[in-house]
């Protein structure tokens, strides 16, 4: 949904509007992200429209699987003209992606959406959702890495640090980790930045303090799990990071705890993003809050609740989101998985909805015996026990509707007085008395992508 002009289509089927040259397609399109971010709402939803109504239209008319599903069921695009029409296109499931395979893609693609690639998702729980990717997605992600860089004032001229999974495991390699000269696509090609220094995240978190340590870098992205580790290390061990302005992170649920213990420890704001592998970014912190600003020109965001309707601001519901560009793969109101809070208006002026909080997935959610369900918040109050020994990871594991698997590193097993006090805790955070199994373990391990969770619920 970038429009260069009424008939271009970065939001449509060709780009005639379109610079030749990457540089200047890249500077016309900040400056039109720069405009739509103001407009009102309302502007937004009509134009969002009529681009998910392209995409659903090109996807039925190319697509096997979506004439089968959408066109066989009367779904007539051109009869799409508001929102709750939209609402009645059935939802598609992650089950849905993963069965359909190869039926989803298009079988051509529109003129100037260059090559075709592949992406997909790096689960550790599901085999992954495989999507087909083009240049224009390739170049979206680089746009809008762009927009959220200068939408938080960043200084291009200092040094990046970034610590995450590379499938390779001989790169990035501690102690000395890797260098390129630039942040990366998203910026050389218009601005003269400071390097950009990457460490695997096959590392431990000391020979991670070490090298950060070394490097000194201007900005920190990571993990939100990896960032709460790194400041309490480094609050022990009392070495400092004196050029750090800023730690950004993504691919992993933001606690309130990880974000007070990177401005106790390094006194920075820490700047988050919420990005899939299958649509690309869905929404980034606001400047001038901890909400988030969904990217209404990149995708369609619908928060729904278990009846399928709408969620209104303060309430928490289903993530159901529409890729506006990808003519290959359409994903067409696509469950992600994950869940979210609504927001209200924003005091900053922009016109793009707004995300109080995203919680994890289905598989975060603990199970009450009563058959309720709730998000488990437990980082402080496991992490407050002064008399207890220093907790260097751990991770929660729902096996029954009674039984909590606790997975815990420690430099030594708790005392049974100890145990008992900690068992009382969690039960008491958690809201009900499961039988909680304690196991030690000298290391839990990530998933493939390199992501943690603390919270994981082996229930359907």
């Keep these: 949904m970038t429009y260069l002009s009424p008939k271009s289509a970065i939001a449509g089927i060709k780009w005639p509007a379109m610079p030749a040259d990457k540089t200047a397609q890249k500077m016309a399109m900040q400056f039109q992200l720069d405009q739509s971010q103001w407009w009102p709402p309302e502007r937004l939803q009509a134009q969002q429209l009529l681009q998910a109504r392209a995409v659903l239209k090109y996807a039925i008319q190319n697509a096997p699987w979506y004439r089968q599903q959408l066109g066989a069921a009367g779904i007539n695009p051109d009869r799409i003209n508001d929102w709750d029409a939209w609402r009645g296109i059935p939802v598609l499931g992650r089950t849905d992606v993963q069965q359909a395979g190869a039926e989803l893609n298009c ?44 939408w938080h004032q960043r200084d291009f001229s200092g040094k990046l640090a970034t610590i995450r999974y590379l499938e390779d495991k001989d790169i990035g390699r501690p102690p000395e980790g890797a260098i390129n000269k630039g942040w990366g696509p998203s910026t050389d090609d218009l601005y003269t930045t400071g390097p950009c220094v990457i460490l695997n995240i096959r590392s431990t978190i000391a020979e991670q303090a070490a090298w950060l340590v070394r490097e000194s870098p201007d ?33 992993e649920v933001i606690t309130p705890e990880t974000r007070a213990a990177c401005k106790q420890t390094w006194n920075v704001p820490l700047v988050d993003t919420y990005s899939s592998q299958e649509v690309g970014y869905m929404a980034f912190q606001c400047p001038e809050h901890e909400h988030y600003h969904i990217q209404s020109e990149n995708v369609v965001l619908e928060v729904l609740d278990d009846e399928g309707r709408q969620c209104q601001p303060g309430e928490t519901g289903r993530v159901v989101v529409t890729a506006l560009h990808n003519f290959a793969s359409p994903l067409i109101r696509y469950e992600i998985g994950d869940y979210a809070m609504v927001g209200d208006t924003c005091s900053c002026g922009r016109g793009l909805p707004v995300l109080n909080r995203v919680h994890g997935r289905t598989r975060n959610m603990l199970h009450m015996p009563d058959g309720g369900k709730r998000w488990p918040v437990i980082g402080e109050d ?20 009674e039984l909590i698997e606790v997975r815990l590193v420690m430099p030594r097993k708790l005392t049974p007085e100890e145990e008992k006090i900690f068992i009382a805790m969690l039960q008491r955070t958690l809201g009900h008395p499961f039988e909680i199994q304690i196991v030690y373990r000298d290391v839990i391990e990530r998933s493939s992508g390199g992501k943690f969770e603390e919270f994981l619920s082996e229930l359907k």
Excluded: C, M
């Design 219 to 251: 900005y920190l992205l990571t993990y939100p799990t990896l960032v709460l580790e790194l400041a309490n290390y480094f609050a022990g061990s009392g070495e400092l990071l004196p050029n750090l302005k800023e730690v950004r992170t993504f691919g």
């Design 382 to 401: 496991v992490r407050g026990l002064d008399d207890l020994p220093a907790l260097r990871q751990y991770q929660l594991v729902q096996k029954s509707l």
């Design 107 to 150: 079988s051509r693609l529109p003129s100037g959406h260059g090559k075709i690639g592949e992406t997909s998702t790096t689960g550790s729980t599901a085999r992954p959702v495989v999507i087909r990717t083009t240049n224009v997605t390739r170049f979206l992600w680089q746009v809008y890495t762009l927009r959220e860089h200068l």
